[in-house]
């Protein structure tokens, strides 16, 4: 995971975990490794604070992957 710019510090941003990349929840884009490089200014900013609790990615992709986890780890049981 990137580390620079803001989001990996700011209170609007979620980390997917599939796609490898930010998604701003203010602003409703995303911002990936590949393409984009993450903002070093902008008007949304806001720092997370020491007990922040970092919602996890809620796509599609990656709720289908929490079951499939999910379903693996049952059968392994």
């Known amino acids: 995971m990137a580390k620079e710019g803001l989001c990996p510090s700011c209170v609007h941003s979620v980390w997917c975990p599939t796609w490898a990349e ?15 490089k993450q903002p070093t200014t902008c008007d949304s900013y806001k720092k997370r604070d020491k007990n922040f609790k970092e919602r996890r990615c809620q796509c599609n992709d990656c709720l289908k992957n929490e079951v499939l986890l999910d379903e693996e780890e049952t059968e392994n049981e």
């Open 22 to 36: 930010y998604k701003c929840l203010e602003k409703e884009i995303r911002f990936t490794q590949y393409g984009f």
